[in-house]
């Protein structure tokens, strides 16, 4: 799925949060969107699955403008990672990820044996088919994040948004995680946290400073020393490893 934002504007009050922020996000292109702490990366994504409604400017999902699109043809074209999954009520782990199929859904639909196969793959696919019968609530953060990821995976959408996955999660299903989402056949735009990551899985990444697209490219062309200087005021030394990846070395001044 092609997506393309023309001069996406979010302001809450008289502080702007976005400034005129204009993309277009190739099918099946894997994109990060990085920066510090209120550069205004989970505001951007949050306009797109349309938890925020932006000041100025469109958004549109293969040529047709997110607006004119119902909440259910949205959900069927995009599935969401958030940042915190709050659960008043004691679902099931397989009850949480079954809710990925209720874009298929009328009104009083219920669930058929296809969709417990779906579900149950996407759990076998972030490693948790134990744990379908455990109550949400009462899994680690981290266990958390890998029921919530595989609810989108049961969704089966052409485009997947994910607000720093890796959030909560250990080292092994940091990578485990983003190694699932890179294989996936879809369009993934992901705010990322860790500049290794983005490094690593990223075809494209879009560097953002207090509202504004600092530059924008692959990962060789954004993640210089100094550009992180002047993105996150830190020294950083940059190295190419023989596989042509980067690593990205702090210095401490």
Known sequence: MNIQTNDIQVAFGSKAILHDISLDIRDKEFVGIIGPNGSGKSTFLKCL???LQPNGGKIF????????????????????????????FDFSVLE?????????KG??????????????????????????????????????????????LAQRTECLVLDEPTNHLDIKYQLELMTIVKRLDATVVSAIHDLNLAAIYCDRI??????????????????SSDTIRHIYGVSAMVQTLPDG?????????
């Open 96 to 104: 949480m990820v079954l809710m990925g199929r209720s874009p298929y």
């Open 61 to 88: 999902f293969d040529g047709t403008e997110l607006s004119d699109l119902s909440h259910r043809d949205t959900a069927l074209k995009m599935a969401v990672v958030a940042q915190h999954s709050t659960v008043n």
């Open 49 to 51: 699955y349309r938890v």
């Open 206 to 223: 879009i560097a953002l400073k207090d509202g504004h697209i600092v530059c924008s490219g692959t990962p060789q062309d954004v993640l």
């Open 107 to 152: 009104l009083l639909d219920r669930d058929q044996l296809d969709d417990y196969e779906i579900a149950r793959y996407a759990l076998g696919q972030v490693g948790l088919s134990d744990f379908e019968s455990r109550n949400f609530n009462t899994l680690s953060g981290g266990e958390q994040q890998r029921v919530i990821l595989a609810r989108a």
């Open 245 to 253: 990846r980067l690593n990205i070395i702090y210095n401490m001044e």
